[in-house]
């Protein structure tokens, strides 16, 4: 074996730590640990990802030492098995297969059969005495190799579509024998399927195919290793973020081969050891008799399902039953496996942490801590945040009596409406139009990854549930729906047919991949539901968690939903989404328009009821927590139309009335012109008498003052940047009836509320402010207001006064500010806009995709909290704060509040509370657990020092 003091490239199975994946990858330490916790695995080693690190580095070379190991591992190889390399007698065949740390698409997979030539060929049917079983085992070597160790890949036809060459030979041959399957072809068919790609690999490499075992092995290394840098892996870490510390370099196993295509006492499969859809803990997969390896997961053939084994196989379904359990024991995870049963003899060939959508990961996360596999921490901490964004998923209303056009397999859950498109491409090049998109096809592999991003579901007519188009489907969390067997799908045509029924690419279809359908035209869709395992797991995160959730909701409805969703409080009613109502808006609008404070005072007051009404109503469902009101926050100018469309308006009226007094003429000068005319415009003395009447009413002139006065009173209150202009606790100041009006509606709710036993509390939040004596004009009359409230109701009631952080003033003010202020909300929203001088809409729709194109922005700050500019003004409002008063609630209620990182990021600097839509609780609150998991194990620490 290769020494220890120099730089060692190969690993045996027995040799491999299993939990070093950057080093083996994923596959590799995988079956090294599963050869050592004593899994059936066949013989084998792996080369290491340093191996192709410093082959790619060295310009695509070998490192000196490499070929040597390589030579030393497969003469290991040769006396375990018994067998030689390109020995006709007895041939070592072996698979080749790439691994990464991360499981990435679009990196060369898998080669099987390497070792077969003319000769082993022949010394293989001699030994098998079944000569149908080498010749498909050769083709299938010839095809893979062909592809990954001579790089002949599909390639685009003019039509656009994706022609595999091998593909198209085998098709042609398939025809030629009458055969619908590949299990009707012949040995003489598939000897001469052999004939023609080895014709093939001559034609399009200009050698004839490579008969040395060697020079097989080492272009089939070489092939692995440049797949690295292919295009499709780098897009794809590109995509998801894996950077060179998650997974770097591929390793290459090297595996003795077993045979799931030797006869009906042989099968290949691939399971999981629990349910990936539902969590259910029992063994799920699927495996086809007699086929091998990819044949299960590309979808040729229908497999069936793993639970069918019990019949088929009774022995060998008890020891993959006691399989699952040593491997859960060991890994404390999900397992997803593949296997082989080579006559009558279980074999395991991979193991993984299964990927599950999210409810399946709730609840077996919450199962394997109640059977005391893993702790409610780790439980907590295989769920990302974001994970739970699936729940949020629509589902197909169950009421809807529509039959789908055709059934197939749930793959992944969830609904998506949208276009049926039959190509990776295209899809990508409507998705970047915005189109939503069904991407539909017979299969899929991973070179339509991009597709996927770009799809809202995804929709084939082949493959069961652990096909390639199900687990990227599930990994992604779009819907899925494979195996629609009912589904002819023709690329040329770019059609698809069911019975009669024609499907054209851009047809509108909704898909269900919770109930593996799919109907033509868009079905209605309901709202979805949180998981019930959610609710134990939530519990668990609150139980670790330091800061709280609360919600941003401004409606009765939200609030309901906030609470079901475990907010501990209101961070952000925004008070004037509450005046967008038909009966509201123009009582807002007289307020606005009033000339003078009295005026004002009046129109407010017959809005105080109405606010009145539903702030009572958020009290009820937030009984015993916290609400935060913020007074009026944006520009006045907001709530009444367009200059625009005013001006349009106004002369519309003035040219109305000009035709009013023409048409006060005209039927006698109509009569006049022609008597006949009334015949074909009989009307028009009615009309013109019609227009005289409103006009007598003065009603023309009416409402042409009106609109000149909105005309005049919007230019009046026009600012050339409203954002910085008059908004917040600047117009509270400027038109002081308005917060007034809301600050007695407030006290109003409460005393009400309060005499309905509810506890009602009401923290009053003040928007915009950038200086002290802001928070020092408002509170006196809202002192003032309080006082008055609780004695007209002859009740006491508590409140806080407190503000919005949103100005990088107040940041920096914070100590003094915090003197009035009992609590502080950051709105990152606007600090985000001020601290950058970005306004949000000009920055996402110009120059931002610019910049993070170009590298000089790595993210919209807008999405993802600025940590280092907008994070530091906070950290210091936090420290400055408190140190004028230690207990200052603090919280923030920018979108940013319910994005897991920015959660975190509050967490550390000392955060109360966390304020997002009712809709991202779950999120937030997982989140906040982790941070504190986290901060527990030493990962995140509380900021101590800016
Ligand atoms: C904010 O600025 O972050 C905020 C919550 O206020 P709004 O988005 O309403 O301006
Ligand atoms: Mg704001």
């Known amino acids: ?232 892996a780098v897009d794809y870490r590109r995509q998801f973020n894996i950077t060179p510390e998650m997974a770097y370099g591929t390793a290459v196993n090297i595996c003795t081969m077993v045979f799931g295509n030797m006869g009906n006492d042989s099968a290949t499969g691939v399971g999981f050891t629990r349910d990936p859809g539902t969590g259910e803990n029992k063994l799920y997969g699927d495996y086809l008799i007699n086929a091998q390896g990819e044949d299960v997961v590309a979808g040729i053939r229908t497999p069936r399902p793993l639970k069918e084994l019990r019949i088929d196989m009774p022995g060998i379904f008890k020891e993959l039953e006691k399989m699952h359990h040593t491997l859960e024991k060991h890994y404390r995870e999900v397992q997803d496996f593949e296997f082989t049963i080579e006559q009558g003899k279980l074999y395991m060939l991979q193991t993984r942490n299964g990927k599950m959508n999210a409810w399946a990961l709730c609840k077996t996360s919450a199962d394997m801590v109640k059977e005391g596999l893993i702790t409610e921490e780790e439980a907590l901490l295989r769920i990302e945040p974001d994970m739970l964004e699936q729940f949020l998923h629509r589902r197909i209303d169950p009421d809807i009596k529509q039959e789908p056009l055709a ?50 579901g995804i929709l084939t007519s082949r493959g069961g549930k652990t096909s390639h188009a199900a687990v990227v489907a599930r990994g992604m969390g779009k819907p899925c729906v494979s195996g629609a067997e009912g589904l002819d799908i023709n690329y040329d045509l770019k059609e698809a047919r069911v019975g009669g029924v024609v499907i054209k690419e851009g047809d509108i279809v909704t898909l269900d991949g919770t109930g593996g359908r799919f109907f033509v035209g868009a079905v209605p869709m309901l709202d979805p539901e949180l998981p019930k395992d959610l609710a134990e797991l939530m519990e668990w995160a609150d139980k670790a968690a330091r800061i709280e959730v609360w919600a941003n909701a401004d409606t009765p409805d939200m609030a309901i939903k906030a609470r079901q969703h475990g907010a501990k409080g209101i961070g952000l009613c925004r008070t004037e989404r509450m005046f967008n109502e038909a009966d509201r808006l123009p009582l807002m609008r007289n307020m606005i328009l009033a000339d003078t404070p009295e005026e004002r005072k009046r129109w407010a007051e017959k809005l105080t009821p109405m606010q009145r009404q539903d702030f009572v109503e958020i009290f009820r469902a937030m009984d015993g927590l916290p609400v935060t009101i913020r007074l009026l926050d944006p520009p006045l100018h907001e709530f009444l139309p367009s200059i625009e469309e005013l001006l349009n308006e106004v002369n519309r009226l003035k040219e109305f009335n000009q035709i009013l007094n023409a048409l006060e003429q005209l039927p006698g000068t109509l009569a006049i012109l022609d008597p006949d005319l009334h015949k074909y415009v009989p009307s028009i003395e009615t009309v013109a008498r019609e227009f005289s009447e409103f006009k007598a009413k003065g009603l023309d002139q009416k409402l042409l003052k009106q609109k000149e006065t909105v005309l005049r009173r919007v230019r009046v209150l026009t600012e050339y940047n409203p954002m910085l202009g008059n908004r917040g606790v600047r117009c509270g100041i400027s038109f ?116 993070n194109t170009e590298g000089i922005l790595r993210h919209n700050p807008f999405e993802i909290l600025d940590e280092l500019g907008v994070g530091w003004l906070m950290q210091h409002a936090v420290q400055a704060g408190r140190q004028t008063r230690p207990d200052l609630k603090i919280g923030i209620c920018g979108e940013h509040g319910g994005q897991p990182q920015a959660v975190e990021f509050c967490h550390r600097i000392g955060l109360n509370y966390v304020s997002c839509s009712p809709m991202r609780i779950p999120i937030a609150r997982m989140a906040a657990a982790h941070a504190m998991i986290k901060e527990t194990k030493g990962g995140a620490g509380r900021s101590k020092s800016l």
Request: a negative charge; proline letters at 5%; glycine letters at 8%.
């Open 1 to 232: 074996m290769a020494k220890a003091t120099k730089q060692r490239y190969c690993y045996a199975f027995e040799e491999g730590d299993g939990t070093n994946k950057k080093l083996l990858g994923g596959k590799g330490a995988g079956l090294c640990t599963m050869t050592q916790i004593g899994l059936p695995v066949p013989p084998g080693y792996v080369i290491t990802t340093e191996a192709n690190i410093e082959f790619l580095e060295a310009g695509d070379k070998f490192p000196t030492d490499l070929m040597d190991e390589v030579h030393e591992y497969m003469e290991a190889l040769e006396k375990k098995t018994g067998k030689g390399f390109g020995d006709p007698a007895k041939p070592l065949l072996v698979s080749v297969r790439s691994g990464s740390a991360l499981s990435m698409p679009g990196m060369m997979d898998t080669i099987l059969n390497l070792g077969l030539n003319d000769e082993t060929a022949q010394g293989m049917i001699a030994l098998t005495k079944n000569e149908r079983f080498v010749q498909d085992a050769y083709r299938r070597f010839l095809q893979l190799f062909g592809k990954i160790g001579l790089g002949i890949v599909p390639v685009k036809t003019p039509e656009g579509t994706e022609e595999d060459k091998f593909d198209k030979i085998f098709e042609e041959v398939k025809k030629k024998y009458n055969a619908h399957v590949d299990t009707e072809l012949s040995a003489e068919a598939l000897a001469e399927v052999v004939q023609k790609f080895k014709d093939l690999i001559k034609r399009q490499t200009g050698k004839p195919f490579p008969q040395d075992p060697w020079a097989q092995l080492f272009l089939s290394v070489e092939g692995v290793f440049k797949s690295w840098e292919g295009k499709r």
């Open 407 to 456: 059934v197939g397999i749930s793959a992944s859950p969830g609904a998506a409406i949208g276009k049926v498109v039959f190509d990776a491409d295209q899809a990508e090049r409507m998705g970047n139009q915005g189109e939503k998109i069904i991407l539909t096809r017979i299969e899929t592999k991973p070179e339509d990854i991009h597709g996927f991003f770009a799809a809202q």
């Open 736 to 851: 002081p009836e308005i917060y007034d009006m809301q600050i007695q509606a407030i006290f109003e709710a409460t005393a009400i509320a309060l005499r309905e036993k509810i506890d009602a509390r009401a923290e009053i939040m003040i928007p915009n402010v950038c200086t002290r004596q802001e928070l020092v004009w408002v509170k006196p009359r809202v002192e003032k207001i309080h006082k008055e409230v609780e004695k007209r109701f002859n009740v006491k009631i508590k409140y806080k006064l407190g503000t919005m952080v949103e100005i990088a003033r107040a940041c920096v003010r914070a100590a003094r500010i915090a003197e009035v202020a009992e609590f502080f909300s950051f709105g990152t929203n606007d600090l985000t806009q001020g601290t950058f001088s970005f306004s949000r809409e000009d920055a996402e729709n110009k120059f931002l995709p610019i910049y």
